[in-house]
């Protein structure tokens, strides 16, 4: 088991989905700005908080400097670029990446995302209800800012598809191996692949969650 | 007076006061978010966000750490427990709190968080005008957060009728009152009391802010 | 050239435009919220953050205290009667401050908050492309945070004419020289020489700037 912690291609999967999943944020950013006819800096900022805000608010609410993207700034030159060819690719050819073919980097993104907010929550020693609620704010919030800021109800909280809620369940999960005498790589896989698994269960099945009728 | 001060039913009922109050800011987001059709997940990231909003920007404002949140957890328990019973009983009975009964809770918690956002900017040595701002921010910004996830302009910004304003007024008594030489409990009963008759009498008398003739 | 740094007037200048463009900042934010019929407390809510929302955005996101409204409180009582004085005349004369004519202040203004922005990172030792979007962010966001607070769709990212892009080219000439051995006044003053510049030729020769045809 110790061969497999420190085994680097540990380190290369976890980096590749991270950038996987930043990525399908993003995208779902620039799709949701061209959605609102914003113009080319619109798309960039939209398509940025869409990645970045969710891991950023969560660590204004917990103090943590520095952010994500001022440790890596290559994500910030990356990010223009996508969104530079993003645009030229689609009013060339008028092609809109399918939903679908972003349902599994954003799924597998929103496990992980939750299980990087709940370590850097658990390592500044939150109890456990708050580094849940951390996780799902890093994987929920960047997605939230992106309707606010294009003047849209929610998405994660009006589609009655549960988002948030596998990212809940799959913290508890992660919370809970925390506990236990588990190598360290063990909560973060059983994070990612409950709520990958959940989510794909929820669409899969068409499971709706319960509003309120007024 | 010293017996006032040091009796255990005026912390009491401080506590019954603040219970009070985020359980009416925490129903106007549940049926806020209830208004726009959410589902259970933006019925709680609402109704908490209206419930500890403001005081949470007013500490990342003051750079204030641990929020109150995160100091009692119990409260986050309470409000999904709050959600949870709302949506099952409201979906059953067909039931609305109505606005009116929540006036009386709302109007004396708006007093009471103002009092304690000014305590709170004095402590970090805030200028008077500053602590009276924070003290109306946290009053009226979980509202007004509130307002902008449900994608509305704010209730606080556009209804005409006095509500920031009771605050404002009450706030500058509670600064006034920390100057002369009272007791501790004074700021803060006469911020709590002004507030809230100014706000009895806006609505008794349907007084209405002046706006803007475009 | 050292004579021309320790000229008093060099600061009175800068003064002189950092007053002129809060003002105008702030009145972008009166009239917006007076378009979406708000009140009095809307009124000054929204002017308040259209002038400082960028700036403290930037300052919370540097973790740098304490924030420019602290510790000069006289411009909140500045902003304050300025709202006032707006409705009482505007309600009189049924005068409207013509766009047009908060166009200049509003361009300078734009390089200038942008070249303070940049001071401020680059002065935590943040990196060039840190210290320009910072620069940007403060610029821009104040009025995004006014367009989130009205419900509308951020004009910066949706009307198509280059504003924020003026200040994201400004800020890397700004940026370019400070990396030279120029006197401390010359990136600020290029900065905003070449966002208003920008800004005016673009909206002389009515540039526009991509959208994404959905």
């Known amino acids: ?40 800096v619109g798309v960039c900022v939209v398509a940025f908080v869409a990645a970045f805000g969710g891991g950023t608010l969560r660590d204004l609410l917990l103090d943590q400097r520095p952010f994500f993207w001022i440790r890596h700034t290559g994500f910030i030159w990356g990010l223009l670029a996508l969104c530079v060819c993003a645009m030229l690719f689609m009013r060339q050819r008028h092609f809109k990446p399918t939903e679908r073919a972003m349902l599994l980097p954003d799924a597998i993104g929103l496990g992980l995302f939750a299980a990087v907010g709940i370590d850097t929550a658990t390592a500044v020693g939150m109890p456990p209800i708050i580094a849940v609620m951390m996780g799902v704010t890093t ?3 960047g997605g939230v800012l992106r309707d606010v800021l294009c003047n849209e109800v929610p998405q994660a909280f009006s589609d009655h598809r549960p988002y948030a809620l596998c990212a809940f369940a799959g913290g508890w999960i992660d919370v809970a191996l925390r506990q236990m005498d588990t190598p360290p790589w063990a909560p973060l896989l059983a994070c990612v692949l409950a709520t990958a698994g959940l989510r794909g269960l929820a669409l899969w099945r068409n499971w709706e969650l319960p509003a309120w009728r007024v």
């Open 1 to 40: 088991m110790d061969l497999l912690l420190d085994a680097p291609w540990i380190h290369t999967l976890r980096f590749l989905i991270e950038v996987a999943a930043t990525i399908a944020f993003a995208l779902s950013g620039i799709i949701a700005a061209a959605r609102k006819r914003m113009d080319v």
């Open 139 to 141: 994987g929920v919030f």
